[in-house]
């Protein structure tokens, strides 16, 4: 299972545009790459999935470079209910197990 | 859809009780349910997976005769704290993975408070 490496916290302001990177140095060709987001005393939600070049759904977007040792999470224009922590797994997932690094803490301010 | 509940979603007992936690996949089959624990301002550290009709597969340091995992069906996952202290105090997390469609995909229950007095 890939390491990851994230900023332990972040802030920003409502309406900003956020960019969290994630490096995952030993990423093994397999892997994917998968964000969670959780408030406190709940559980993770579930982001965005993604393997190379760039995906985006409703609420996010993903970058990953060619060489996939790092990505980065991109969440337009913030409110006040995006703060919480923002978790970057990377490891081959078919119903595997996900081991979670510390998560980056994200504050969104007025 | 895909939606994972927790019961209780918060227990309180006495140190050497045991306490009974439910994870169901509500609207889909889960043949593999993971639960996790998670202490204040701490990350979620996986204590063990759970397959249907096997015996869970625990991590290293988690004591088994401690925390007992049963799987009887697709839907239904339980995590009995054996013998609770206050140390077992902590957030408890499940998830369940369908395995094989989005993959990558796990969904996460709403977390069981423990305390134990």
């Known amino acids: 299972l890939a390491k990851t490496t994230q900023p332990i916290s972040m802030d920003s302001y409502e309406g900003q545009e956020v960019n969290i990177t994630c490096s995952h140095n030993?990423?093994?060709?397999?892997?994917?790459i998968t964000w969670y987001q959780q408030f406190p005393s709940q559980g993770p939600r579930f982001i965005i999935q993604?393997?190379?070049t760039k995906v985006t759904n409703e609420v996010a977007s993903l970058f990953i470079p060619a060489d996939r040792k790092s990505s980065t999470l991109s969440l337009p224009r913030v409110s006040l209910s995006d703060t919480a922590v923002y978790y970057c797994?990377?490891?081959?997932?078919?119903?595997?197990?996900?081991?979670f690094g510390q998560g980056t803490e994200l504050s969104v301010k007025p | 859809g895909a939606v994972v509940s927790q019961h209780p979603s918060r227990v309180i007992c006495k140190s050497g009780t045991s306490v009974k936690i439910e994870c169901r996949s509500l609207d889909f089959q889960a043949t593999t349910m993971f639960w996790y624990r998670q202490f204040p301002k701490k990350s979620l550290m996986l204590m063990a997976t759970?397959?249907?009709?096997?015996?869970?597969?625990?991590e290293q340091g988690v004591e088994k005769d401690k925390f007992l995992i049963n799987h009887a069906s697709l839907t239904l996952s339980t995590l009995t704290v054996t013998s609770a202290h206050p140390e077992d105090s902590s957030f408890y997390i499940c998830?369940?993975?369908?395995?094989?469609?989005?993959?990558?995909?796990?969904?996460f229950g709403p977390g069981t408070r423990l305390t134990v007095l």
């Open positions: 797994l990377a490891d081959y997932n078919q119903g595997g197990k996900l081991i």
């Open positions: 993604g393997y190379k």
């Open positions: 030993n990423i093994a060709t397999n892997d994917y």
């Open positions: 998830s369940a993975s369908r395995g094989g469609q989005l993959q990558g995909e796990q969904f």
């Open positions: 759970s397959n249907e009709g096997s015996k869970a597969t625990y």
